[in-house]
Every structure is written in structure tokens, then in C-alpha cells.
């Protein structure tokens, strides 16, 4: 697992986060006027030092809670065509590199979640659906710039279960990272991440002897997984220390609607580790065989 520091200096959460900008007038409009965000403080310098940093503003918008979001506006400065239409794109991951870089900003609720997504649907602005994945649920819209702004709702605290998954998810791709390195190839697939972490969790249970095996943390969203495996004929579930393992002989089919659950969290129904291979995972269906 990998190891927490003893002792560490400490981070007291964000003051900012910070990106270009080449839309002046709308990205003051966008943060200032439609999302409310209070203007609270303008650099303007002429360059930083090297002759080829152009003179600039550096504006801060208040975010809540003592952070800022702020935004670097180059004057004479063009826009790079890679940004062109980006703004008018829908607030869905269509180009997942862009778009993994964006701010989230908490609310305390879902009556809260439901009246942002009115207020700047009211604004003229293209709102997504209400998405939830695994531990929070969010809205997305995109800014003048095309950067997704996400506003979100925890619909859980993160616990001690979700702390230990993840240093053995991270252990489990980081080895198949270097093994992968080590072969001359790359990692593609999630699968032999998930394939991994099966085999470091069999040491909290013994090997479990059938071919097919579904380990799922114990959490509230996977809950409907365990749930769904006792009522089967075909499978048993064992408990482990902070998962639970579904066994099974042969091929075992779940279905996304009979679980009740949204697509974010489908995709990542396995997070918890997988022994056998994954023949169908489509939006409404996973298959899961014995290993060839």
C-alpha cells in the first residue's frame, strides 16, 4: 500500500487557481454578473521579466471560503486556434485533455444545485443534466474561454474505506505501469488495473478459488452490487476487511437500470478490483467470464 508521510508540512486548502483568458469584457460578464462572484483584485504589470512576456492584467475573483479563481489576460495577445468554437461546445466532455482542466465550486444542497442550474439557464447559458458520480453530484457550463465550470453537492463524507481503496488502486497501477514500461508497452486498458488490485486484495481474504471474482469497496454506491450478487443463485459473497468479494464459476451479467444506478458511476462499477474477463461493458450491460 502506499505509505502516508509521518510528518509533513502542512496545506490549508486553495488560495487560487488560475488561467489564461482572451476575453476580457465576457469573463469579467461571465464571473462577476452571472455567477455573482465578487471582483476583488487586478495586477497589471508591464511583463514579468522575460522579453517575451507581454504585458498583462491578473484578475481575482472571489470563490468562497477565502480562495480566489483568477484569470491572466495577455494584452495584444491572440487566442490559439486549437480554443476556436470551444465556447459554444456543450458542457460534456468532448475533448477529455481541455476539459479535464476546471474549477468546482460547492453547494450545500440539491434545492441549491437545481436553482444554479435555473439561474444560468435564465442567463442564456447551456446547463448539463445533474450528474453524479460515486461520492458528489454536479452541473457543468462552460465560460467564455470554453473551460468547464462545474457546480457540485457531496452527497456523502469521504471515510476511511475511501482512503485505503484508493492507496491500493493507486498501487495497483502503478505496478502495472512499470511492468508495462518494463515490456516495452503502454497501459490502455483499465482492466489490468482493476485485474492488479483483485490480486492485492486476495491477501485480505485467502485466494478465492472460483475464476470469476468482483471486489467492491463497501460503500453506500456499490452497495446495490453486493446486494444484487447475495440474491443470486450463482454467487457467493465473502467480506474482507474493507471490501466485499462476489465469487462466481461461470459468466455473470449485471444490468445498469436493475441496479439503479447512472451511467458516471456504471463506468467505474469495477473500481474495486476484477479476477476474470470483462466480454461486454456497454452503457446498459456488463458480462464478466472466467479468464481464457
Not at 491572466?72 to 465556447?87: C, E, N, V
Request: charge should be negative; hydrophobic fraction near 40%.
Amino acid at each position: 500500500m502506499l505509505d502516508q508521510p509521518a510528518t509533513r508540512l502542512r496545506l490549508r486548502g486553495v488560495d487560487h487557481s488560475a488561467r489564461p483568458t482572451w476575453k476580457l469584457r465576457e469573463t469579467v460578464e461571465f464571473y462577476r454578473d452571472k455567477l455573482g462572484l465578487p471582483l476583488v483584485h487586478v495586477i497589471s504589470a508591464r511583463g514579468w521579466g522575460p522579453a517575451t512576456h507581454p504585458d498583462f492584467l491578473h484578475f481575482f475573483f472571489d470563490s468562497g471560503n477565502g480562495s480566489t479563481i483568477a484569470f491572466f489576460y495577455y494584452l495584444g495577445s491572440d487566442q490559439p486556434q486549437a480554443l476556436d468554437g470551444r465556447a459554444e461546445m456543450r458542457p460534456l466532455p468532448d475533448d477529455h485533455v481541455f476539459d479535464a482542466t476546471h474549477t468546482a465550486w460547492l453547494v450545500d444542497s440539491e434545492e441549491e444545485l437545481k436553482a444554479w442550474k435555473r439561474r444560468l439557464e435564465a442567463a442564456g447559458l447551456t446547463v448539463s443534466v445533474e450528474t453524479a458520480h460515486e461520492v458528489i453530484e454536479s452541473i457543468y457550463v462552460r465560460d467564455p474561454n470554453g473551460y468547464f465550470v462545474e457546480i457540485t453537492r457531496k452527497l456523502r463524507p469521504l471515510n476511511a474505506i475511501d482512503s485505503t481503496d484508493a492507496a491500493l488502486t493507486l498501487r495497483a497501477a502503478l505496478e502495472v505501469e512499470d511492468a508495462a514500461a518494463a515490456g516495452g508497452r503502454r497501459v490502455t486498458a483499465i482492466d489490468e488495473v482493476w485485474t492488479r488490485k483483485s490480486a492485492l486484495l486476495d491477501a485480505q481474504g485467502g485466494p478465492a478459488a472460483a475464476p470469476v471474482s468482483i471486489f467492491v469497496p463497501r460503500l453506500e454506491e456499490f452497495a446495490c452490487l453486493t446486494r444484487a450478487a447475495r440474491e443470486r443463485g450463482d454467487c457467493t459473497v465473502t467480506a474482507l476487511d474493507t471490501h466485499d468479494r462476489i465469487d462466481a464459476a461461470g459468466p455473470v451479467e449485471f444490468q445498469r437500470r436493475a441496479l439503479g444506478l447512472k451511467p458516471a458511476v456504471w463506468y467505474g462499477l469495477f473500481t474495486g478490483g476484477v479476477r476474470g474477463r470483462i466480454e461486454i461493458f456497454d452503457r446498459d450491460r456488463v458480462v464478466i467470464a472466467p479468464a481464457a
